[in-house]
């Protein structure tokens, strides 16, 4: 990829793009405040980073310094255990981000909606179809153009959470840790239903180690660029949650959207219609730098025989793969057309799935490639990897679990959809087998 050189990503723009793909603001959290309670909903957004995120970017950190390659996990998991679980690897990111990318573009449209009510059926899908192929522009003309991207929209997003946060301390007047459960919650019901979401949202800060040869230098700046982003990430949930139940004390009217109705409550309908567009600058976001982490990995599994070989073309002048982006931004116009509900299992899994294995490919690179360079280690070796990975082993066990297991009933559909989404890796491994073997 020659081109590639010319105009690699620098340190602001791999954060923010990291920031981006892993949170891009506190929109989507809302549910949590009047589903599990204010207090263990904030307390829940306060520690999940240590637990879950942070760790994981440790991982993440330590594999890229050692191995930066187009492709990320797949390529770690390639040569850490071979071509099966390298595809498994592959096909889960990739999967990873052709449902979360569609949900994006119908989250826009559906905010768009509180200006224009008229904004449904074919206009809806109308306006999703604008911004999937306005970000597939943007992301054919490189890494650079996404980066610069991810750095404006993230700052036009923060400001009404800025003032909100300000405006949040000035009309301080409720606990906005109280109470600590919802009435219908104990500890471990109040905690297990935060924690479900508390995973989406902070999942995400594996994406871009897919395009680690597009980065200047990223032996030395992927580790700092993950921190940042986590640290932002957390503050973004943390502070202005803390301020608008401070100043509002309804936690149980916390809905989807909601933060433009605090807004709005707090600073005036001028407030809650900035917040809005900070919604619809967050949801650009997410799927622009989603689209470049997801259209990677068809790259890198068309270069080694695993897909179709057209998947490889690079554009002439940009060096990006156009091919790779076009199937992914068709795929994604056509799933804004079904109801996500059952896709955002599919996501669960794949992406728990995702993280295990992560943690399980730095064992097997430390065991097998000691002699390999690493300028960023998880600390503490492996008594320190391993406290690491139980917190995710443990999520993993408990968000995968809540798919299939409402009000203590367990979902047989639900399970199979999940069931049938991992087998869909190995599935597919088996075609490319068979195909290569009658070329």
């Given at each position: 990829?020659?081109?590639?050189?010319?105009?690699?990503?620098?340190?602001?723009?791999?954060?923010?793009?990291?920031?981006?793909?892993?949170?891009?603001?506190?929109?989507?959290?809302?549910?949590?405040?009047?589903?599990?309670?204010?207090?263990?909903?904030?307390?829940?957004?306060?520690?999940?980073?240590?637990?879950?995120?942070?760790?994981?970017?440790?991982?993440?950190?330590?594999?890229?310094?050692?191995?930066?390659?187009?492709?990320?996990?797949?390529?770690?998991?390639?040569?850490?255990?071979?071509?099966?679980?390298?595809?498994?690897?592959?096909?889960?990111?990739?999967?990873?981000?052709?449902?979360?990318?569609?949900?994006?573009?119908?989250?826009?449209?559906?905010?768009?909606?509180?200006?224009?009510?008229?904004?449904?059926?074919?206009?809806?899908?109308?306006?999703?179809?604008?911004?999937?192929?306005?970000?597939?522009?943007?992301?054919?003309?490189?890494?650079?153009?996404?980066?610069?991207?991810?750095?404006?929209?993230?700052?036009?997003?923060?400001?009404?959470?800025?003032?909100?946060?300000?405006?949040?301390?000035?009309?301080?007047?409720?606990?906005?840790?109280?109470?600590?459960?919802?009435?219908?919650?104990?500890?471990?019901?109040g905690f297990g239903s935060a924690l479900v979401l508390a995973i989406w949202l902070y999942s995400g800060y594996d994406k871009l180690s897919?395009?680690?040869?597009?980065?200047?230098?990223?032996?030395?700046?992927?580790?700092?660029?993950?921190?940042?982003?986590?640290?932002?990430?957390?503050?973004?949930?943390?502070?202005?949650?803390?301020?608008?139940?401070?100043?509002?004390?309804?936690?149980?009217?916390?809905?989807?959207?909601?933060?433009?109705?605090?807004?709005?409550?707090?600073?005036?309908?001028?407030?809650?219609?900035?917040?809005?567009?900070?919604?619809?600058?967050?949801?650009?976001?997410?799927?622009?730098?989603?689209?470049?982490?997801?259209?990677?990995?068809?790259?890198?599994?068309?270069?080694?025989?695993?897909?179709?070989?057209?998947?490889?073309?690079?554009?002439?002048?940009?060096?990006?793969?156009?091919?790779?982006?076009?199937?992914?931004?068709?795929?994604?116009?056509?799933?804004?057309?079904?109801?996500?509900?059952?896709?955002?299992?599919?996501?669960?899994?794949?992406q728990m799935s995702s993280n295990i294995l992560i943690y399980a490919n730095v064992w097997a690179m430390r065991r097998k490639h000691p002699e390999m360079k690493r300028p960023f280690q998880i600390p503490f070796g492996m008594p320190?990897?391993?406290?690491?990975?139980?917190?995710?082993?443990?999520?993993?066990?408990?968000?995968?679990?809540?798919?299939?297991?409402?009000?203590?009933?367990?979902?047989?559909?639900?399970?199979?959809?999940?069931?049938?989404?991992?087998?869909?890796?190995?599935?597919?491994?088996?075609?490319?087998?068979?195909?290569?073997?009658?070329?």
């Amino acid at each position: 990829m020659p081109s590639f050189a010319a105009k690699k990503a620098n340190f602001l723009q791999l954060a923010f793009m990291i920031y981006g793909a892993a949170c891009a603001g506190a929109f989507g959290l809302e549910d949590m405040i009047s589903g599990a309670g204010p207090g263990i909903a904030l307390i829940t957004l306060v520690v999940m980073p240590f637990l879950f995120s942070i760790p994981i970017s440790f991982a993440v950190a330590e594999l890229t310094t050692m191995m930066p390659v187009e492709g990320g996990q797949y390529r770690w998991s390639r040569m850490a255990f071979g071509d099966f679980w390298g595809f498994q690897a592959g096909w889960w990111a990739w999967m990873t981000g052709v449902v979360t990318n569609g949900s994006f573009t119908v989250l826009f449209a559906n905010y768009l909606q509180n200006w224009l009510p008229g904004l449904t059926g074919v206009y809806h899908w109308l306006a999703c179809l604008g911004l999937i192929w306005s970000m597939h522009y943007l992301n054919v003309r490189g890494i650079q153009v996404v980066g610069n991207t991810a750095i404006a929209l993230s700052i036009v997003l923060l400001i009404p959470f800025v003032i909100m946060l300000a405006l949040g301390i000035a009309q301080w007047q409720h606990n906005p840790f109280s109470p600590l459960l919802a009435p219908d919650k104990n500890l471990i019901t109040g905690f297990g239903s935060a924690l479900v979401l508390a995973i989406w949202l902070y999942s995400g800060y594996d994406k871009l180690s897919a395009a680690a040869e597009e980065v200047e230098n990223p032996q030395r700046i992927f580790p700092p660029a993950l921190m940042f982003a986590a640290t932002l990430a957390m503050l973004s949930y943390v502070l202005p949650t803390l301020s608008g139940l401070a100043a509002l004390g309804n936690w149980q009217e916390w809905a989807g959207a909601y933060f433009s109705s605090a807004a709005k409550q707090m600073g005036g309908a001028w407030l809650g219609n900035f917040m809005t567009f900070g919604a619809l600058c967050s949801n650009a976001l997410l799927l622009n730098v989603t689209m470049l982490a997801a259209s990677r990995y068809p790259l890198t599994l068309a270069e080694d025989g695993f897909f179709p070989k057209f998947l490889t073309h690079l554009h002439p002048r940009f060096g990006t793969p156009t091919f790779s982006l076009l199937v992914g931004s068709l795929t994604y116009s056509v799933l804004t057309l079904f109801d996500f509900t059952q896709l955002i299992i599919i996501y669960c899994w794949f992406q728990m799935s995702s993280n295990i294995l992560i943690y399980a490919n730095v064992w097997a690179m430390r065991r097998k490639h000691p002699e390999m360079k690493r300028p960023f280690q998880i600390p503490f070796g492996m008594p320190g990897m391993f406290l690491a990975m139980l917190p995710t082993g443990v999520i993993a066990f408990v968000a995968m679990g809540s798919t299939v297991f409402q009000d203590g009933i367990f979902n047989s559909k639900q399970f199979l959809i999940g069931g049938l989404a991992l087998l869909s890796g190995p599935v597919g491994y088996a075609v490319v087998k068979i195909v290569k073997s009658n070329r």
